[in-house]
């Protein structure tokens, strides 16, 4: 499975792809913003990880975009932020992602994330 | 209305009771030189001007006090949480070092173990690989420590935006006194314009834990609701 990474931090998107690696995962594309993530996003991708503050477009922006698409309305999108306000997390959940990871995390969280999303992406 | 809206009013109130003044002391200037032969009738009225002239400076020093209480107090509010900013930025890269010292200790240590391992006349296989995973998860904790710089670089970029927006103020109140100012250009701004989109305010390092169960939580009722 193809995991999509976005975050504007590239300390962040080796963090994430070097977890995802170790846990199984290593087909990865990465994108530095929303924007880019767009362009990069296509049916083979089974799987995205966003941060939400990024430049040019937002995490939960590009979400919005993304769920608008036939191609991305069920890819499990993992948000991956240092936001975590109880108003930040319902903004999230309203823009389309799955679930929720507060920055810093553990390999252990996420693996238990994705693990809980895959039936989702395998349906 | 936040301090800082209260500020903002309260210097555009003063910055209006000047203009005030100066239009009163254009009329006083006027009406010596284009009445002047009714100086005589001027005089008289002259006690009185100035009497206008006095409580409306009065008017002004007095809002001038109240713009400075006022910017001072929303100034010191946003400077002290910036300032825990900073000394949590400084907690955050230490614990992380920290962190990271602790691991190469313990990997230097499980190197020396496979060094010992190798050196028998028949090396434990089964213990070497054993000790090469948790090698590997010391390896790994060490990159993991290094999210701090994301979460660090986000609370800079918050002090960053603070001192614009100090420097943004600062410059208002100049251009009370000097209309020149108003044409100078913003030296913090131009040098560093932050991305407010690229930054959390209230990004931390603290109670991940805490922060993560809070999370779950929420996503777990609204998912019991929507079920």
């Known amino acids: 499975m193809k995991f999509l990474v976005v975050d504007d931090s590239a300390t962040m998107r080796r963090i994430v792809i070097n977890s995802l690696q170790r846990i199984g995962f290593s087909d990865t594309v990465e994108a530095g913003d929303g924007q880019e993530a767009l362009a990069k996003f296509d049916s083979s991708v089974g799987f995205v990880i966003t941060d939400w503050n990024m430049p040019n477009m937002s995490g939960t922006d590009f979400t919005k975009v993304l769920r608008s698409r036939p191609d991305g309305a069920q890819v499990p999108i993992l948000m991956v932020t240092a936001r975590s306000v109880k108003e930040d997390i319902l903004t999230a959940m309203e823009a389309g992602v799955n679930n929720y990871i507060v920055k810093p995390f553990t390999p252990q969280v996420l693996k238990e994330k994705i693990d809980a999303l895959l039936p989702a992406a395998a349906a | ?227």
């Open chain 2, 1 to 227: 209305m936040s301090s800082s809206q209260r500020a903002q009013e309260v210097l555009y109130e003063s910055e209006a009771a000047l203009r005030l003044v100066d239009q009163e002391l254009l009329d006083l200037h006027s009406v010596h030189r284009e009445e002047h032969r009714a100086v005589t009738a001027g005089l008289a009225d002259l006690p009185y001007i100035l009497e206008r002239a006095n409580a409306q400076i009065l008017g002004v020093l007095s809002r001038l006090r109240e713009s400075r209480a006022a910017l001072q107090s929303s100034a010191v509010e946003k400077l002290q949480v910036t300032h825990e900013k900073l000394r949590e930025v400084t907690s955050a890269t230490e614990d992380a070092a920290i962190n990271i010292m602790d691991a190469c200790d313990r990997a230097t240590q499980l190197v020396d173990e496979l060094d010992t391992i190798d050196a028998a006349s028949e090396p434990d296989r089964e213990k070497a690989g054993a000790v090469r995973g948790t090698l590997r998860d010391e390896l790994f904790l060490m990159m993991g420590a290094l999210q701090f710089q994301d979460i660090t670089s986000q609370q800079l970029n918050h002090a960053s935006a603070v001192l614009v927006e100090m420097e943004h103020r600062l410059m208002d109140v100049a251009k009370l006194f000097d209309t020149n100012a108003a044409n100078e250009p913003s030296p913090l701004t131009m040098a560093n314009s932050v991305d407010m989109s690229t930054f959390d305010p209230n990004a931390t390092t603290r109670d991940p834990e805490g922060r993560q169960a809070l999370a779950d939580e929420i996503f777990t009722a609204i998912r019991g609701t929507a079920a």
